[in-house]
């Protein structure tokens, strides 16, 4: 990934679009600090894209195969593991 000066990438803003498009993606700096990335199109679509339909949590367990099976959810009263003293 190229590195670019904030200002140098200003005054060369169509060659960091052209090289985010043919190269991949082209970093900026800040004061010296890594502050934004530029991509191409495709690529941010293919970042932020969605796989599938979204559902809301309770219809994804309302479909869910599992959906009958009884589960035991009576809580134990132990104290848990004793302490090890060394």
């Known amino acids: 990934m190229k590195t670019w000066q904030l200002q ?6 169509s060659e960091v679009v052209r090289k985010a498009i043919s190269d ?3 970093n900026s700096t800040l004061h010296g600090k890594p502050a934004a990335v530029v991509v191409s199109y495709a690529a941010y679509l293919k970042t932020t894209a969605r796989k599938g ?3 809301s949590l309770s219809k994804f367990f ?3 195969p599992l ?3 009884e ?3 009576v ?3 132990e ?8």
Request: hydrophobic share 30%; proline share 6%.
């Open 8 to 13: 140098e990438a200003k005054i060369h803003l």
């Open 24 to 26: 991949g993606p082209q």
């Open 53 to 55: 339909p979204q559902k």
């Open 62 to 64: 309302e479909s869910s």
């Open 67 to 69: 959906r009958d099976i």
């Open 71 to 73: 589960i035991d959810l």
């Open 75 to 77: 809580r134990v009263k």
């Open 79 to 86: 104290l848990g593991r004793e302490e090890v003293k060394l």
